[in-house]
Structures are given as structure tokens and as C-alpha cells.
């Protein structure tokens, strides 16, 4: 397992190889491992629940069924799960929760936002302009509008929350599918784009967007994270990488993940101490790895007890220092960081 360093212009221009990271990698780790625990869906994995978001008050914890086209909620205290209905054909992909607690979901299958009030259970519905069929991950800007991918139709968008209006901007290149995405500390959105070996970037302000390519042709970036010193963090699908783009100077570093090439990394998530995490899903069970860019080392690959089969995305609560998690197995976990 090595790490690579690339400096970037637009295409690469150098690679340099550094020393195997093997000895640093099978040194004890610093902290205990993490603990993985896990809630059964009640009604089942072919429902596909994903994406779960918990919200600052940490009492529930919201989830989609993309399959089967509802949105849920779990109290970790009880073990007790709720659904609510949405309108038929959403398929909801993902979903994020405001501070006044309503619940923001995407419409993968009808070209839509929508937004579910829990006590209630009524939703609105803000449609998509045309050509834009697929919202697909969603984040909040600090203004509390929605920054969203959009993979099969190609675009990157923001729905304002003053007016409803959707601003889109279309990504360059065919097939490109725009994927994970979040916001910097300028508010502008960074996303990953999972049918190149590209990184791009939108300025709010102008909707000006910028790419960064990966040295590999081959990449496929999926997941994104954020680190506080700025760094953009990507997982590479094709050849199971951890890697950091230097978002000022373009240089790009890369890891080997500790499955090697079939690591398939997907979810993935930041902390509190800077630290990364990433899913392994080519392997079974699943496991969670985590890196510490200070020592350049890998600090857990630790299973997913369910197996996971799928863990395809996940979200940072700080209070509790923990991740919450989907798995295509049909469960909501939640990783308890040591």
C-alpha cells in the first residue's frame, strides 16, 4: 500500500511515489475502535433504507426508503420506528432536516424537492425545472437554502428558500453524474463528479463553476468530505484510494485503503478531530475505515455487524460524536467514535 503525491495544472504535471505506508498502517491504532450499532427496519431491506440524518436535538433520527417510497424516523432511546407517507413515484434519494425540523427529501424519481412537516405529515412540493429529473443529495447553505446533484440529468442546483426558486447549473461533459457533494466555509458547494476523474466547484455568487482534474483518467470519485484546513476528501471507486485535493495549489495525495483495489469506497464523513471515515463496500461485511491525515495513518477497519452489503452514505452528529448510517442490509446504524 502506498501513498501517491500529484501536483496538478489542470492535468497532472508530476508523480511521485513515497515510502509503503505498510509499517505506519499496521502500528496499533491511537484510540479504541469504533462501536457500530444497528436498528432493523421494520419494513424491510427491499425498501432500501438510506440516508439518515440526525438533527441537532438528537430525539429521531430521519431516514428515506427510496424503494419503497416513504420517509422514516427512528428514537434510538425506544427502538421505536414511524413512516410517513409521500406522493406516489418519489423515490426518495436522500434527506436533510432544517432547525425548525422539518424534513427536506429528494425526489430521485419525480423531478422534485419536498418538504415533510413530522407533526403533520403534510408535504410541499417544489418541482424541478425542466431537463432536471433526478435530485439526488442535498446540504444546506448557511442561509438555509439547498445546494443538490442531480447525477443522470447532469447538474448541480440550489433551491432558495426565500422564493422557491431553482438555479441550476449544467456540468461540463457527458455522463458526468454529479454525486456527493457539501459546503465550504465561503459557502460555496464542492462535488464530486462520479463519471470522471473530476472535482468541481461553484461560486454562489456567479454560479461560475470550476473543475479540478484527478491525475488518474481512470478515477471515479463518490463521496466528499471536508477537513477543516480546507482540504477536499474524495474515496476513488475504481481503485479503492482515499484522496485529498489541495483545493489552492491542485496537488493531490493518495492513499491504498487497506482493502486494496476492491475496496469499493463509498460513504463517508469527517469529525469533530479532522479525522476521515470511509466504508468499504467492496468487502463483506462492510467495514469502516478511519485516517488521520496528521500521521498519515489508517486508524480502524472495523465490520459493519448486519455485513452492511451496501453503506452508501453517511452523516456527522456532532453532540454525540457519532455517524448514522443506511445499509442496504435494511438497517439504520450509528457509529460511536472513540
Known sequence: MSRYTFALAGAALALTTAAPLAAQMMAPPADPEPVIKE????????GRPRDPFMPADGERVFFVGQSGNYIGSLDPATGQFQ??????GTNPHNLIVDEAGQVWYAGNRNGTIGRLDPAT??????????????????????????????QQSGVV????????????????GQRTRPYGILMDDQDNPWIVLFGTNRVMTVDAATMAPRYF????????????????????????????????????TGQVTEWQLPGGERARPYAMGVDSRDRVWVFQTGIQ???????????????????????????????????????WFGADTGTIGQVILP
Do not use: C
Open 83 to 88: 413512516q410517513y407517507e409521500i406522493p406516489e
Open 213 to 248: 482534474d484527478l491525475p488518474r483518467e481512470e478515477a471515479r470519485p463518490r463521496r466528499i468530505g471536508r477537513t477543516t484546513d480546507g482540504m477536499i476528501w474524495y474515496g476513488d471507486w475504481t481503485a479503492g484510494m482515499l484522496g485529498r485535493l489541495n483545493p489552492t
Open 121 to 150: 405529515g403534510q408535504s410541499k412540493i417544489f418541482p424541478m425545472p425542466e431537463g432536471v429529473s433526478d435530485p439526488h443529495t442535498l446540504v444546506f447553505d448557511k442561509q438555509g437554502n439547498i445546494w443538490f446533484t442531480a
Open 157 to 172: 442546483g440550489r433551491l432558495k428558500m426565500a422564493t422557491g426558486q431553482v438555479d441550476v447549473v449544467t456540468v461540463e
Open 39 to 46: 436498528w432493523t427496519v421494520p419494513w424491510g431491506a427491499e
Open 285 to 323: 461485511p462492510n467495514t469502516l475505515v478511519g485516517f488521520d491525515q496528521n500521521t498519515e495513518s489508517f486508524l480502524s477497519d472495523t465490520p459493519v455487524p448486519s455485513g452492511g452489503r451496501t453503506v452508501r452514505h453517511m452523516h456527522f452528529h456532532a453532540p454525540t460524536n457519532s455517524f
